[in-house]
């Protein structure tokens, strides 16, 4: 399954600050649309892998065990980038099916790539809003946990609304998951990560792993954008969240 003359990884786009009209003041969305070009590695893995793991949005309830081919503790993560991180904890943890929504398709070929170059198995990518993929694929307690690594922050207070951490968003996640399954979020704007701890803590269905802020689990990696953040000295804060 391993492509052909790989094209070097690249490491996600910065956060977006667009202040353009935005979808999410008439419905919460998880994304924003970002400019890329899919390089011809991307597109070779499109075409190859595609097929095989790409699951097309559909609005009624996913058969997991069919997509993945068994049954096992499942993960959603929602905007994983050009999928770096992804791919780690996915060949990390190979007891787990991982379910990842991405509408960035240069970032959906990276990832696509990756699997492909590390034959990684457990994954399969939903391309479509995860907001629309929890609503209408996921039914309530399926899921062992969720990832949402580094959304976009809107550093502005002025967008701060456009934040994917809100309360009904929130809700939505924790009723998914099944009873002592986990929802960790990470970013590296303190701003948000004060948001994230109260919008969290706020959710009567989950309960906080640590005092406020989480050491950072050994499942996550580093990846090279939020390395050269740390070495400018930019703090990085995660939370995880049981559910009750």
Known sequence: MTLPDPDPAHDGAPPSDDPSPHPLHRRLKSFVRRAGRTTDGQARAF????????????????????????????????????????????????????????????????????????????????????????????????????????????????????????PGFVRKLAQRLAPGGYLHCATDWQPYAEQMLEVLQGEPLLRNTAADYAPKPDYRPLTKFENRGLKLGHGVWDLVFQRA
């Open 47 to 166: 075409s190859e892998l595609g097929p095989l793991f790409l699951l097309p949005y559909q609005e009624a309830p996913l058969d997991i065990e069919a997509a993945f081919g068994r049954a096992a503790p499942t993960v959603l993560e929602i905007g994983f980038g050009m999928g770096e991180a992804t791919a780690h904890i996915a060949a990390l943890l190979p007891e787990k099916n991982f379910l990842c929504c991405e509408v960035h398709e240069p970032g959906v070929g990276a990832l696509l790539k990756r699997i492909g170059e590390q034959q990684i198995a457990n994954i399969r990518i939903c391309a479509h809003d995860a907001v629309d993929v929890i609503d209408h694929m996921l039914q309530p307690g399926q899921l062992a946990g969720v990832h949402v690594f580094f959304p976009d922050p809107w550093h502005k207070k002025r967008h701060n609304k456009r934040r994917l951490i809100q």
